[in-house]
């Protein structure tokens, strides 16, 4: 029997907390951790990859080179042997930035955080894909963001939709305060922005005077097709958020924001009120890590396997899968986005998938509005080839019934 706890403190908790929920995809990892599921759930770095004693040597040479410095606080906007690698990441992707146009946080999550505390009011609107990446999701809602979503397809968000709305707001005399978007190779969804959208969305952004948010975790994991300018690259007033975690370690906690100066500024008050600064010792050991350019050779072995294996769950999908689903065909990234017939719910489904030793995530999680029941996001980026072969070959089992159920129902009730 579960026991029922009454909370004491209910009527001292700030209202945003009422706004606030824990990640579908964090709940879920007490169930995947279990040996004997396949997990298609989290979207983990691939970290077994590693030379373990490169990481080592890097954090002995920190230590040996700057002492008790690595072990001291350190500046707010972060420390600038980092960030001198951080300017060249972004001039390889034909960004120009110096030190003062950076702000180095814990993650690219830090960094959302930050956004959302520094521009929502309560009521505030702001734009999002439909799907969207759910920690942005619960970022912004949890500071009580009026979360206005618009739908992807295979090129990405819909801008003409965009533009509709946004010609809607600007009759109603209405602000909106960012867009936020995640254009390459799309968490959860996998698809990438094409050019021509790119464009056409910053020509309304100026046009609107519309802020917009870069998160581009997945911009370096391209498998094929020709790289995409970035939307930093083509406007420098979008503000561009990066993160270490997949093309290093997510262990280590290091991203990046940069901002016009103005924003940035507001940005690093933020993050001082947050945490002072992030953890001078692992940006140190990052720093040397960079240094030696171990990260590129490392990079570029794991798009290859990040390749095969999404090469693996395309194939075994394509032989095991129904008819009535459909999915992404990502170019990049770690996700392929399902989408069931409507009649499936596939946060119902999960349990039955559990009991098949085989998880996944619902794509309920992914939408401001909690629609997308019949989705679901399958993460490649971990297991291996077989293993994917074995979840996929367990998933179907699960997707097939709970079609031939409806189906065998709705012709028993004439639907």
Request: glycine share 6%; charged share 25%; aromatic share 10%.
């Amino acid at each position: 029997m579960t026991e029922f706890k009454f909370d004491k403190w209910v009527e001292l908790y700030a209202h945003r907390t009422a706004s606030m929920k824990s990640s579908e995809i964090r709940d879920l990892l007490s169930v995947t951790a279990r040996p004997d599921i396949i997990s298609l759930a989290g979207g983990l770095p691939y970290t077994r990859l590693f030379r373990f004693e490169k990481v080592v040597e890097a954090t002995e040479h920190a230590m040996q080179r700057e002492g008790s410095a690595a072990l001291q606080y350190g500046p707010s906007e972060g420390h600038k042997g980092l960030k001198k690698h951080i300017i060249k990441l972004m001039e390889e992707e034909g960004i120009k930035v110096d030190f003062d146009d950076i702000l180095v946080t814990d993650g690219a999550q830090q960094a959302l955080d930050l956004l959302s505390k520094i521009f929502i009011n309560p009521g505030d609107k702001i734009i999002v894909e439909a799907p969207s990446y759910v920690g942005a999701l619960n970022a912004f809602a949890s500071y009580e963001a009026n979360i206005v979503s618009i739908p992807l397809d295979k090129d990405g968000l819909q801008v003409d939709l965009l533009q509709e709305i946004l010609e809607e707001f600007t009759k109603k005399g209405e602000v909106l305060k960012f867009i936020y978007l995640v254009p390459n190779f799309h968490n959860p969804a996998g698809v990438t922005l094409s050019l021509k959208r790119r464009e056409h969305l910053l020509s309304l952004a100026r046009e609107h005077g519309l802020i917009v948010v870069e998160d581009n975790a997945y911009g370096r994991l391209r498998f094929e097709g020709e790289d995409i300018k970035n939307l930093k690259a083509m406007d420098d007033s979008v503000i561009y958020v990066g993160t270490f975690s997949k093309i290093f370690s997510p262990g280590l906690r290091l991203g990046w924001v940069v901002a016009p100066k103005p924003i940035l500024e507001k940005l690093i008050f933020a993050k001082q009120a947050a945490n002072l600064c992030s953890s001078s010792f692992a940006q140190r050991v990052v720093e040397e890590y960079f240094t030696h350019n171990l990260w590129k050779r490392h990079i570029g072995k794991l798009v290859e396997i990040y390749r095969s294996r999404r090469d693996a769950m395309l194939q075994v999908l394509e032989e095991f899968f129904p008819d009535e689903v459909r999915w992404t065909k990502p170019q990049g990234g770690f996700f392929v986005w399902v989408a069931l017939p409507e009649y499936v719910d596939t946060t119902e489904m999960l349990a039955e998938a559990i009991s098949e030793k085989v998880a996944y995530v619902p794509g309920r999680g992914f939408f401001a509005d909690a629609s997308g029941k019949n989705y679901m996001r399958l993460a490649f980026c971990y297991p291996e080839e077989k293993v994917i072969y074995e979840g996929i070959k367990r998933l179907s089992k699960v997707v097939k019934r709970y079609i031939i159920l409806y189906k065998s129902v709705a012709k028993k009730l004439h639907l």
